[in-house]
């Protein structure tokens, strides 16, 4: 629990997946924060001078001191508070929670950005190559509940975009690229999350994040066709 | 101590160095094994089965894969001597905000100026430099990027260096007049033994730049 004289503030979107990976991070370690709806397309003083050098949405400010990038705060926030460690504590596993947590920032979501960003068979092709990476986390989740093994961890906090912004915006886009045919594992762990309470309070509520994210594709295609 | 090490690496690889760098600084033998990354073996598919890629660390029998994780992974099962990443948490995630702004800024840019042409290379540059200055704003006056110790932000930028003759070749610059106490301070990583064994001579880079073009269909 955080001491009393503590500021714990964040810098963040409501609809943003790295946003909503810090605060399930703080829910869990029951650290009361400040949260602060930021406008990336007119950006706060605060967020410029707070990362200088992304100037990206989220930063963490803990007693003034700011942190971004939210696998590093993250990190931060398992070092700093360390009840209900997110991290597993053998360095082994720490590095395979930190390898897979990279592949889906790196891997994942680079490339299912381009599903959305795409048309046609450009987009057909981003939809595979989609695929054979979730093929991998699929695998990851045979025989556990979560991608953290009995409990929710770090690789489950970094995975909810795959959760709940791939997953929802595919409904959007109007194509399946997670079938459930395809990833039964993967489907079984969406249930799982959704029975934690952490995460169904620190996930976007369904209906105004579909809105948002139909609401942001239509003006990404206006963007596109002038 | 029955500890197997094995290192996969490849000797121009500043990823490969950053491993390396990490264990010699720790003080920990290892076992070098040189890969050929256009004939890859059998052991690097197995232990690096998602990315296919060096550096891999096999600690008996263990694989681990990336080269910022593999650092932190020594760091935190060697702790003894010569801790890379600070122990305070604040301290901690600014060390690990500038190794990831490594890994996100300076493989762009530096890769257009070896592989590109023309125009790529003077983009390259141009970003490049750019970069070397936001570090060097980051470095400031500090003997290393984390201050009076050597450690991971340093460890995740320095096998650059190596490449730094092949870039001012190639792109016709001097990173000296642009960034001169980033080239400081390289000098002083370069007289820790750790890195003076770990980087290649500037030299054999630039001379196999062409050759590694070649083997990869490029020009
Ligand atoms: N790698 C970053 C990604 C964060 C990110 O993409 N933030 C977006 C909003 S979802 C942003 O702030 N964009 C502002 C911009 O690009 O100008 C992290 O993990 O924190
Ligand atoms: N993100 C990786 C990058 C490693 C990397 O790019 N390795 C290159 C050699 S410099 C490689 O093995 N390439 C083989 C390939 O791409 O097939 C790390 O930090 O370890």
New interface residues.
């Given amino acids: 629990m955080a001491e009393r004289s503590e500021e714990v503030k964040l810098l963040g979107m409501w609809a943003s997946p790295f946003s909503r990976r810090v605060e399930i991070a703080l829910t869990l370690k029951g650290v009361p924060y400040e949260f602060s709806e930021q406008d990336i397309a007119n950006k706060s003083p605060l967020l410029l001078q707070s990362n200088p050098?992304h100037k990206m949405i989220p930063v963490l400010l803990?007693n003034g001191?700011p942190?971004?990038?939210s696998?590093?705060?993250l990190?931060?926030i398992d070092?700093?508070w360390q009840n209900n460690p997110i991290l597993p504590q053998d360095?082994?596993h720490?590095?395979m929670a930190?390898?897979w947590a990279?592949?889906v920032d790196e891997q994942i979501y680079v490339t299912a950005m381009k599903v959305v960003g795409k048309v046609g068979e450009e987009r057909d092709v981003a939809v595979e190559a989609t695929r054979d990476l979730l093929k991998?986390l699929e695998k990851e989740l045979v025989g556990k509940n979560f991608l953290g093994g009995e409990r929710l961890g770090f690789v489950d906090i970094v995975a909810t975009l795959v959760a709940f912004w791939l997953m929802r915006t595919e409904e959007v886009v109007g194509v399946k690229v997670v079938p459930v045919e395809m990833f039964p594992e993967i489907h079984r762990w969406v249930e799982n999350l959704l029975d934690v309470d952490v995460i169904k309070k620190c996930i976007p509520p369904e209906d105004e994040h579909l809105n948002y994210i139909k609401a942001r594709m239509d003006s990404l295609k206006l963007k596109s066709v002038q | 101590m029955a500890d197997e090490v094995i290192l996969l690496s490849y000797w121009p690889s500043m990823f490969g160095m950053r491993a390396m760098i990490a264990l010699e600084e720790k003080n920990i033998k290892f076992d070098y094994r040189e890969q050929d990354l256009f004939n890859k073996s059998q052991i690097l598919i197995e232990t690096n089965p998602v990315h296919k890629k060096i550096p891999v660390l096999i600690h008996n029998g263990k694989p681990i894969c990336e080269s910022l994780i593999v650092v932190e992974y020594i760091d935190e099962t060697w702790p003894g001597e010569n801790q890379l990443l600070p122990s305070d948490p604040y301290q901690r995630a600014q060390a690990k905000f500038w190794a990831d702004y490594i890994d996100k800024k300076v493989n762009g840019p530096t890769r257009l100026i070896w592989a590109g042409k023309g125009e790529e290379i003077e983009a390259g540059k141009k970003e490049f430099i750019e970069v070397l200055k936001t570090l060097e704003t980051e470095l400031g006056d500090k003997t290393y990027f984390g201050g009076e110790t050597f450690g991971f932000v340093d460890i995740a930028f320095i096998g650059f260096y190596s490449w730094f003759d092949a870039y001012e070749k190639l792109a016709s610059f001097s990173i000296e007049a642009e960034c001169p106490k980033v080239i400081a301070w390289a000098k002083r990583c370069l007289k820790r033994e750790s890195v003076a064994k770990s980087l290649p001579d500037s030299d054999k880079v630039t001379k196999y730049i062409p050759e590694l073009k070649k083997r990869l269909g490029i020009e």
Avoid: G, Q, W
């Fill in positions: 050098v803990h001191k942190i971004s990038e696998l590093v705060i990190e931060y070092d700093t360095p082994y720490r590095a930190r390898f990279r592949f991998l």
